[in-house]
């Protein structure tokens, strides 16, 4: 059995692996709070024991963990809780490197608000809003690292994982569009945690957001092939085999990194019903164009134009949103060059003279929550 525990804001995830199929039962306990999660046909294993040391004291929700046996063939994980929580448990079938595992959620009563916080930043304006009162308001762009936690996104030759090379690079976009006085930045993760595809948009239409940009580092099946591309979600098909490839495998990320059957994907259908759609895929196709022009100072483009595909994540259907694959993970030139600090600002400031080169055509709209007095 392995044991993994992967605290965020939004959640914490504890996650128990297998060889076999785990049965569970769960039960939440009062005054004070703590969850009891009773494994079923198990004894006790060197990863379960080592289970506690794996809380972290900034863990917002788990205070502490303990491990014993509850009665023979069952062993008892009790979490005490720092608040009240809502917790779901949920089992998820082998799938990639993983065997059978059991997934526990814990959230916060109050579902963690990233418009709250973006207008709380908005409090305390930049002193260079105040000398250039010309911005009707900040541009707010949603920088998405892509995959995270239990989803490790593309494996390199040399030991590479997507996951971290996106969060890298994405850090570098925040702090470059933080500084300028027309922008700021959210970012949908901040850590090593798994984020579903759906709650990366949802986040992104929270906040209103101006754009969307999902950061990648993808692999092909041949390790030559290299290059940059950028991505537009596409309406009806794939503008190349490898576009409709690439998105599948993406849209796999909620498989591998795991989500609970019962969540339904709320914009699937309104997406290629809403009017909006169209227009807002004209507008990601213009911020593909521009981004993608700079990426091309940078590295070799793997394709000279903007492709299309059904990427999930791109279907926020009023926020124009792209998807940028930084490099191939899977070519072990293009590995090295991810991995290098020098690289890494390169492309990050590339993405940023992109994004300021599409808001300077077009501003952004002036009716929102976060607009300026």
């Known amino acids: 059995m392995a044991t993994r525990i992967w605290p965020a804001p939004d959640y914490t995830r504890v996650t128990l692996e297998s060889k076999s199929e785990i049965r569970y039962a769960l039960l939440g306990v009062k005054n004070p709070e703590r969850l009891v999660l009773d494994l079923e046909g198990t004894e006790l294993s060197a990863a379960l024991a080592e289970l506690d040391g794996k809380v972290t004291a900034s863990d917002p929700y788990i205070e502490k963990l303990r491990v014993g046996r509850n009665r023979p063939g069952v062993m008892r994980v009790v979490l ?51 000398a250039n009162p010309k911005f009707a308001r900040l541009a707010t762009i949603v920088i998405d690292a892509g995959h995270g936690g239990e989803d490790p996104g593309a494996l390199g030759r040399l030991g590479s994982r997507e996951k971290d090379i996106t969060l890298t690079i994405a850090r570098r976009l925040r702090e470059l569009v933080d500084a300028e006085p027309n922008m700021r930045a959210l970012m949908t993760r901040d850590g090593d945690y798994f984020l579903p595809l759906q709650s990366r948009v949802d986040k992104a239409r929270k906040v209103k957001a101006d754009l969307f940009v999902s950061i990648h580092a993808d692999a092909f099946n041949r390790a030559h092939v290299r290059g940059s591309s950028v991505f537009a979600l596409s309406e009806r098909r794939a503008t190349s085999e490898a576009a409709r490839w690439l998105a599948k495998k993406e849209n796999e990320a909620d498989l591998i990194g795991g989500v609970s059957l019962d969540v339904k994907d709320r ?99 002036p009716a929102s929550p976060l607009a300026l007095n």
């Open 267 to 365: 914009y699937l259908a309104q997406t290629l019903l809403d009017l909006s759609q169209t227009a807002t895929i004209d507008h990601s196709l213009r911020l593909g164009s521009s981004v993608l022009q700079e990426l091309g100072h940078v590295n070799t483009l793997h394709k000279a134009r903007v492709e299309q595909a059904s990427f999930a994540v791109l279907k926020a259907p009023d926020v124009p949103s792209i998807l940028v694959e930084t490099a191939f993970i899977s070519n072990p030139d293009e590995e090295k060059r991810l991995n290098d600090e020098a690289y890494q600002e390169k492309l990050a400031r590339a993405l940023l003279v992109g994004i300021k080169l599409y808001v300077a055509k077009h501003p952004p709209r």
């Open 80 to 130: 005490d809780l720092k608040q009240e929580v809502k917790a779901e448990a949920f089992t998820l079938p082998p799938i990639a490197e993983y065997g059978y595992r059991l997934v526990l959620d814990i959230h916060p009563l109050v579902p963690v608000d990233p418009l709250a916080a973006l207008i709380e930043q908005s409090e305390k304006p930049k002193v260079e809003q105040r």
